[in-house]
């Protein structure tokens, strides 16, 4: 049971959610916009959030296109992560999505909530980050269209009232080779010690990592490391290590060393099965 009482409204277009949103803002009804509602229930639940009011976006037709348009792949912040993975469009994403929770729990949590939710994984948002992607954005002044590694560091950051509507990916990256790692402490179905997703773009790998640090990250540094021809496979990894841009997180879920040690391996596993693309 939720213990508060909370007005629902389901706009038909991005303006209309966003004047709502103001609306509601305006009345001091402290709103949030909805989309599968896996982590406002769960928090409203137990009181971490009392929104007087939601907004939920299910009802905006950009919000649940996905498909192919001038060489780009359009994919609605709505769409439940199932939604994505079936449809095989993106196979990465649909990768990345489907080791998120449990099937069932996938078949509600949308694209926009994983990116924009507390919990600090965001897996989805490794697959977008090595992937030059774009995010498009409703707000008080209209709608933009931004890199999408812009207004995710760590995090999504948006103006107040803005949501995101979709994500555009260029259709060139939707079939390079890549790799998917998700290394859990016990059940298949769990936080991750470590997430890893790699491409090869190029001829130059790029990663981006979930469950290492308490934020997901792309990284530069670590790149140039993995991809320098005059290393061996143990300096590389050694420079990757130490160019991390924080030491690996040390919780419930594993100590600094293991993550390390998980981290280690991984990219040696990596490296060897994207060698030759590279
Ligand atoms: C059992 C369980 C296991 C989980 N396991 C994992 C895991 O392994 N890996 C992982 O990465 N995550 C995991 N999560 C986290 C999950 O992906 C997030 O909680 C996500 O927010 C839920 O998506 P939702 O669509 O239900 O979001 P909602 O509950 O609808 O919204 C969550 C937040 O995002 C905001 N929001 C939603 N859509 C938009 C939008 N389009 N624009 C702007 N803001 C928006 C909402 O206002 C709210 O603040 C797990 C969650 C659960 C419940």
Sequence with gaps: ???????????????EAVE?????????????????????ISM?????????AVVDIKGIPECNFLGLRDNQLIIGAALPLTAISESQVF???????GRVADHTIQRKITLGGNLAGTIIYRETSLPLLV??????????HGIRQVPFSEIFQQRLYLQPAELLLQIIIDRSYLNLPYVHVKKVKQDKIDYPLLTLVAIV???RIRLAFSGLLAYPFRSLTVEEALNDPHLTVKERIDRAVTGLPAPPLHDILGSAGYREFVLR??????????????
């Design 1 to 15: 049971m939720i213990p508060c009482n909370f007005e629902y409204y389901m706009p038909e277009s991005p303006e």
């Design 20 to 40: 709502t949103f103001l609306q509601l803002t305006r009345e001091g009804k402290n709103p949030m916009y909805y989309g599968g509602g896996t982590e406002i």
């Design 44 to 52: 409203a639940r137990v009181s971490n959030i009392t929104p007087g």
């Design 91 to 97: 196979p990465l994403l649909g990768k990345a999505g």
């Design 131 to 140: 992937c030059d992607s774009q995010a498009v954005i409703a707000g008080p």
């Design 201 to 203: 773009k190029d001829q």
């Design 265 to 278: 391996d991984t990219l040696k596993n990596t490296l060897s099965t994207l060698e030759g693309y590279y």
